[in-house]
């Protein structure tokens, strides 16, 4: 490697080392394991996961959560707090971007992808980190940035040579990412077309009766829908979560330790100076400059004689503050212009400006009040953090309790013994579900439905992050697929009928409006005998949903391919039946779409592409076998 840089042409000596630097630190962070030391600690050669026996360490997690941290206190300044960024899922959201990198290694050296020195070279060559000018910054200057970051050339391009497999593997499904003239014209048309019509609505909750169903018709209405009922291979579990809830009524909170946040916190209570405005802002962007002064200057002298200010900034300001009489309300320092905010601050309140300029153009500035800094006194403030240090109390508590059932669960393997020992927390059941089920217990938890049909019956899962908090599942049993009998779903079937009846009796009469409607009889006849009110839906698009009658496809359908200025038939939809009548459809133009064509294409493209990298990468981790050490996480995380 080292032999093709020096076989460049390469010139002078490091430039700007510093800032170059900074750029390797960051790749650094992210991509080299062992240049930071884990802290804490941490026994670098521990794993907190594997992908298919590919380890990441704690050394590697570490390393990225402390660069994420770094990245939010940039981001938040003296408002971060770790307490907020624990309850958000860091440490899950660190977790699955390193899986998904292995997940990628892995699978690029499944499919024999390899990097050759040539293209790894011509990687650094090109890598602004490297360059200076334009130019690569030749190899005794780039041995020297590795060396002054503590690397040597053979881990920075192990690493370098992982992230080039990873693009080529991109690039090769992105590739067969493709698109169509055909799918291009439909997709902008669809979400370009807009639909005006008319409509009665026919709801089947008017036509629900409970009295008409006995033994005989639902059983009945069973034996013709019984694959509707059919049920796949489901298990049932049981579980007990632990969160800050649990341990928030046994939290202590002293009033020292509230005025000792108070103290520590203090930028959280201030409000700073601030300054209440109205300005007349008179744009210059594509007009003349000397024209729009001459403008500005004569509505100024019509302030200076008197004239009302609200009055003129309504007919005469073009900012969205005209409306207000130019009013901006109250605004610290930093949220205006410098130009605008150096004036409306060095202004008392009454006094209106001469012509200030910026990017903007022309101001006229009026100061209507000023607002000393504020110290929100700590009696207001009491409460709220009472709330803040009882949650954070009640998050260290819960981290204690789960790493010590984790052990606990380790030994005795039962949720049960594990339940005893915290009789604040309640042992719950599931109904059964299927892989495919939404199981409110298991949140939206990736990793929880996948462990839910791997584990064998009354195996214990490790701790699984569950919103603000973690859970335990225990495995009880696993049904067989099977069409229920009609005993143990009697309720849900003779629900059904209703159900199923009410839309017959809405389709009657939807069809009977139909009839009428279609055969010349007048709108206003048929309201008057339908008891119905004919509403109009303005703007429907292909994504509206009608809130009284709900998802319809087939509404959508009728809505963009129906003869206009004609009722249609009956249209089934969630929760009744409509009988509609197309007005007008606009929004497609063949003179607009063939000018931003190109446009639209690529950001299509993109979109479709993108789509196909979520679902490759949902893919790999349904193939590969991922192995998480919870515990392992918590202890590093605190």
């Known amino acids: 490697m080292l032999k093709y840089l020096r076989n460049r042409k390469t010139m002078g000596y490091l430039v700007g080392i510093i800032l170059l630097g900074l750029v390797i630190f960051a790749f650094i962070v992210l991509y080299i394991p062992d240049f930071m030391g884990s802290g804490g600690g941490v026994n670098s050669t521990g794993e907190v996961a594997s992908v298919e026996g590919v380890p990441i360490t704690a050394q590697q997690f570490v390393q990225r959560y402390r660069l994420q941290e770094r990245i939010y206190r940039a981001q938040f300044g003296e408002q971060y707090n770790p307490g907020l960024m624990k309850q958000l899922g860091l440490d899950e959201m660190v977790l699955q971007g390193l899986i998904q990198e292995v997940l990628l290694a892995v699978e690029a050296d499944r499919q024999g992808l390899i990097v050759t020195d040539q293209e790894l070279g011509e990687q650094i060559l090109k890598d602004p980190s490297f360059q200076s000018n334009g130019q690569f910054i030749g190899t005794e200057a780039y041995l020297t940035l590795l060396k002054q970051n503590g690397l040597t050339p053979q881990d920075y391009e192990a690493q370098m040579r992982q992230a080039i497999l990873r693009d080529k593997l991109q690039n090769m499904l992105m590739d067969g990412v493709t698109l169509s003239p055909q799918e291009v014209t439909q997709e902008y048309r669809q979400r370009n077309e807009s639909s005006k019509f008319e409509y009665f609505f026919i709801p089947r909750s008017e036509f629900v009766e409970q009295d008409g169903v006995d033994d005989e018709g639902i059983a009945a209405f069973f034996e013709t829908h019984q694959n509707d009922y059919y049920l796949p291979v489901q298990r049932k579990a049981r ?202 217990q298991l949140g939206n938890s990736p990793e929880a439905k996948k462990l839910a049909f791997d584990l064998k019956i009354g195996e214990v899962t490790p701790a699984i992050r569950i919103g603000t908090g973690y859970a335990f599942f225990e495995i009880l049993e696993e049904s067989e697929p099977r069409i229920p009998s009609l005993d143990e779903i009697k309720d849900k079937v003779g629900a059904d009928l209703v159900q199923e009846r009410a839309m017959q009796s809405a389709l009657n009469k939807a069809e009977e409006i139909a009839g009428k409607l279609r055969s010349g009889q007048t709108v206003d006849s048929v309201t008057k005998a339908s008891g119905l009110e004919l509403k109009t839906s303005e703007s429907f698009v292909r994504t509206t949903i009608l809130p009284e009658v709900g998802r319809s496809p087939a509404v959508r359908d009728v809505a963009f391919s129906a003869e206009l200025n004609s009722f249609s038939q009956p249209v089934r939809s969630e929760n009744g039946y409509v009988v509609l009548r197309v007005m007008e459809r606009t929004g497609f133009s063949p003179e607009e779409f063939e000018s931003e064509k190109n446009t639209f294409s690529e950001q299509l493209l993109s979109e479709k592409r993108q789509r196909a990298w979520s679902a490759y990468l949902q893919e790999l981790q349904r193939r590969y076998a991922v192995r998480i050490d919870r515990e392992a996480i918590r202890q590093l995380t605190g």
């Open 239 to 440: 579980y007990m979560t632990i969160t800050p809830q649990s341990f928030m009524a046994t939290v202590n909170v002293t009033d020292r330790e509230i005025e000792r946040y108070y103290n520590r916190n203090i930028y959280l209570y201030e409000t700073p100076e601030q300054v209440g405005a109205s300005h007349i802002l008179f744009k210059t962007a594509d007009k003349d400059e000397e024209e729009v002064r001459r403008k500005a200057e004569d509505v100024l002298a019509q302030l200076q004689s008197g004239a009302d200010f609200a009055e003129l900034a309504r007919e005469h300001s073009e900012d969205t503050s005209a409306d207000n009489g130019g009013s901006l309300g109250l605004f610290g320092r930093g949220e205006m212009v410098p130009e605008f905010e150096q004036s409306a601050f060095s202004m008392d309140v009454g006094e209106v400006s001469n012509l200030v300029q910026s990017t903007y153009g022309f101001h006229i500035i009026k100061v209507t009040q000023k607002q000393d800094p504020l110290t929100r006194p700590l009696d207001s403030a009491r409460d709220e953090i009472l709330n803040t240090l009882r949650m954070e109390k009640a998050q260290e508590q819960m981290e204690e309790a789960v790493g010590s059932a984790s052990a606990f669960l380790e030994e005795m393997k039962s949720l049960e013994a594990l339940s005893q020992r915290y009789p604040n927390v309640q042992l719950q059941e599931t109904a059964f579900f299927g892989r495919g089920d939404t199981v409110p």
